[in-house]
């Protein structure tokens, strides 16, 4: 367990129509970060957040959107679905741990939203 | 970053050791090697992480040669419950914790087979 936890667990929208997805990351760590991943792909990067503010984005278009709190919740909101939005979308928390006389950014992954765009 | 090759597949048989080896030629000095498993419809799962010579927890080793253009998991005495998808990442080192700005980046992996 890592304490990242998601909801919904299941979702199916038609194309078209706005989601938003809920993380709670676990206490104390320091990002967030958003993963979309098809099937039989590995995680693409959406975004992440540090303190509340977007600290890097992947290849995604701006109808994907996020939002940090300071209570270690976050959100990904996606507008205007498409089929191809339909994936696992999976949230991490990182933690910056000391190797090697640096800083890692580990990241610990919830179960996943799984998305259905019909 | 570092780009990671990994093979596409490996069979095992319960009771193994097996070793899981990633290329990542263009390593830098400050990067860091980790590794995920995956199962299906489940987020991947940290297993370990290092950036030199030998590591080990209570679920796998991490070998990096001294040149850490490769690394090799190792998971002892696999059962069928190892069978998933891993992944090897490479991580940029930082002075101050500041994110990743999403330079781990997730290729295919390496998708386990463990049979009886």
């Known amino acids: 367990e890592t304490g990242v936890t998601q909801s919904p667990t299941h979702l199916i929208k038609t194309r078209g129509q706005q989601v938003t997805l809920r993380c709670s990351s676990q206490?104390?760590?320091?990002?967030v970060s958003w993963y979309q991943q098809a099937l039989g792909q590995g995680p693409q990067f959406i975004f992440q957040?540090?303190?509340?503010?977007?600290?890097g984005r992947g290849n995604f278009p701006p109808r994907f959107s996020g939002l940090q709190f300071p209570n270690y919740s976050s959100e990904l909101n996606v507008n205007a679905l498409e089929l191809d939005d339909s994936a696992l979308y999976l949230c991490?928390?990182?933690?910056?741990?000391?190797?090697?006389?640096?800083?890692?950014?580990?990241?610990?992954f919830g179960p996943g939203t799984r998305l259905t765009v019909l | 970053l570092a780009k990671t090759t990994q093979p596409i597949s490996m069979d095992s048989y319960e009771g193994q050791e097996v070793n899981i080896t990633c290329s990542h030629n263009?390593?830098?000095?400050?990067?860091?090697i980790t590794w995920y498993q995956q199962f299906p419809s489940q987020g991947p799962r940290f297993i370990i992480q290092?950036?030199?010579t030998k590591v080990t927890n209570e679920v796998a080793s991490l070998f990096i040669p001294a040149d850490r253009k490769s690394s090799t998991l190792s998971l002892p005495r696999v059962s069928l419950s190892d069978t998933a998808v891993y992944y090897c990442?490479?991580?940029?080192?930082?002075?101050?914790?500041?994110?990743?700005?999403?330079?781990?980046?997730f290729g295919k992996g390496t998708k386990l087979s463990v049979k009886p």
């Open positions: 991490a928390s990182g933690l910056g741990l000391g190797l090697a006389g640096g800083l890692t950014d580990t990241q610990y």
């Open positions: 957040y540090y303190r509340e503010e977007e600290n």
């Open positions: 263009n390593i830098a000095t400050n990067d860091y």
């Open positions: 290092g950036y030199k």
């Open positions: 206490s104390g760590h320091n990002t």
């Open positions: 990442l490479v991580g940029r080192l930082s002075p101050n914790y500041g994110g990743s700005q999403g330079n781990l980046i």
